[in-house]
Each structure stands twice: as structure tokens, then as C-alpha cells.
T-cell receptor, first 114, second 112 residues
Framework: DVKVTQSSRYLVKRTGEKVFLECVQD?????MFWYRQDPGLGLRLIYF???????EKGDIPEGYSVSREKKERFSLILESASTNQTSMYLC?????????????FGSGTRLTVV | DAKTTQPNSMESNEEEPVHLPCNHS???????IHWYRQLPSQGPEYVIH???SNVNNRMASLAIAEDRKSSTLILHRATLRDAAVYYC?????????????FGDGTTLTVKP
């Protein structure tokens, strides 16, 4: 079964810490995405990557950075975590030459910054 | 990115059909219509997609208007396990292959 795996289901970090959220996919997809989800705000795109070492800002990139050194892995980095970054983070992947095919999402990481 | 509009919430009785609407008036000719659902504490999962013709799969049916400016996800017999948030998005052919915009979706409540 194809999968997108996020390294942690729940995470608690302190304000000011550097936080890494890891995402791995086994479908050889070129595109990978990081979303955050907050009540009443739907899914908001933070960053996406369409190839190794390539990245583009989404709708809410402030306070985040990303890394894609290998095709299967896409990391979201919070350089200095703040309480307003407490949220559910969702990783997804897709294939660009098959828009008829959809996204595959991970199960999410619920991050709490205290 | 073209956007979609969905009602915030809908209710259904168990065993009855459910029709979840989605408006996408700015859809382009090459945009696919996708539906996802998100169960509590899980990531969204794919339900169905279509381009122009109506589509059926084991989970649901998708009815697409002739002008493609709206679509309807049909659950033929709602069960309690169908209670979820349903998202309608558009995915197109472009260089970066569709970073799609997810709205708030429709929260479906199924009553026993």
C-alpha cells in the first residue's frame, strides 16, 4: 500500500526551539507539500516542492523553511517555534504528470508549542 | 488557483443518500475535480475525481454539471462512518502540477 509517513503523530516543543517535521513517501512522486490545519481555517499551504532541492512558498510560509535533499523526503523546519505555530501539520505528495491522480496525505503531526 | 465553494455543514440520516454540492465557477478546461474526505484525527483521503463525465467508484459517485461550474458528490447510503469533512478541490495541468487550494470543506453529520 502506498504511503506518506510523518515521523511523529504528536509533538510538544518549547517556545524558541528549532523543530523538524519529517515526511517520507514511497511512491516516487515528484511533488510534495506541507499544509497546516487549524479549526475554521481549512488546510493552508505552507511550502511545496516539485523536485529535489526545489521549493516554492505557499500561502503562509512565514516562520517556516523546508528541505528536500532526496526525492522521497520533505522536511518542514520551524527555526524558532512560537505558540502561534501550534497546529496540525499535514504532508502530502502527488505526481505532476497525473493531475487526474490526487494527493496522498500522511496522518498528520499535531504540534503543541508551549 | 481556481477556488471552490462548499456549504459549511450538512446533515443526513443513516441509510439515506447524501448529495454534497461544490461550486467552481472559475474552473479551467483542463482542471480535474477532486473530492477528499477527512475523518477525525486523520489526514484527508482521496474519494473520487472526474474531468467532464460522471464517475462512479466503490465509495461514491461524482456528478459534474454540463458547464463544469459545479459538481455533486453522492453517497448513496450514508453510514455513521461517513461522518467527516468533505473537500472539493481543482487540480490542473501546470508546471508545478497543482498546488490546490483546500477550503473549509463541508462537515457531514450522519444521524442514526
Amino acid at each position: 500500500d502506498v504511503k506518506v509517513t510523518q515521523s511523529s503523530r504528536y509533538l510538544v516543543k518549547r517556545t524558541g526551539e528549532k523543530v523538524f517535521l519529517e515526511c517520507v513517501q514511497d511512491m516516487d512522486h515528484e511533488n510534495m507539500f506541507w499544509y497546516r490545519q487549524d479549526p475554521g481555517l481549512g488546510l493552508r499551504l505552507i511550502y511545496f516542492s516539485y523536485d529535489v532541492k526545489m521549493k516554492e512558498k505557499g500561502d503562509i510560509p512565514e516562520g517556516y523553511s523546508v528541505s528536500r535533499e532526496k526525492k522521497e523526503r520533505f522536511s518542514l523546519i520551524l527555526e524558532s517555534a512560537s505558540t502561534n505555530q501550534t497546529s496540525m501539520y499535514l504532508c502530502a505528495s502527488s505526481s505532476p504528470d497525473r493531475p487526474g491522480r490526487g494527493y496522498t496525505f500522511g496522518s498528520g503531526t499535531r504540534l503543541t508549542v508551549v | 488557483d481556481a477556488k471552490t465553494t462548499q456549504p459549511n455543514s450538512m446533515e443526513s440520516n443513516e441509510e439515506e443518500p447524501v448529495h454534497l454540492p461544490c461550486n467552481h465557477s472559475t474552473i479551467s478546461g483542463t482542471d480535474y475535480i477532486h473530492w477528499y474526505r477527512q475523518l477525525p484525527s486523520q489526514g484527508p483521503e482521496y474519494v473520487i475525481h472526474g474531468l467532464t463525465s460522471n464517475v462512479n467508484n466503490r465509495m461514491a459517485s461524482l456528478a459534474i454539471a454540463e458547464d463544469r461550474k459545479s459538481s455533486t458528490l453522492i453517497l448513496h447510503r450514508a453510514t455513521l462512518r461517513d461522518a467527516a469533512v468533505y473537500y472539493c478541490i481543482l487540480r490542473g495541468w501546470n508546471t508545478n502540477a497543482g498546488k490546490s487550494t483546500f477550503g473549509d470543506g463541508t462537515t457531514l453529520t450522519v444521524k442514526p
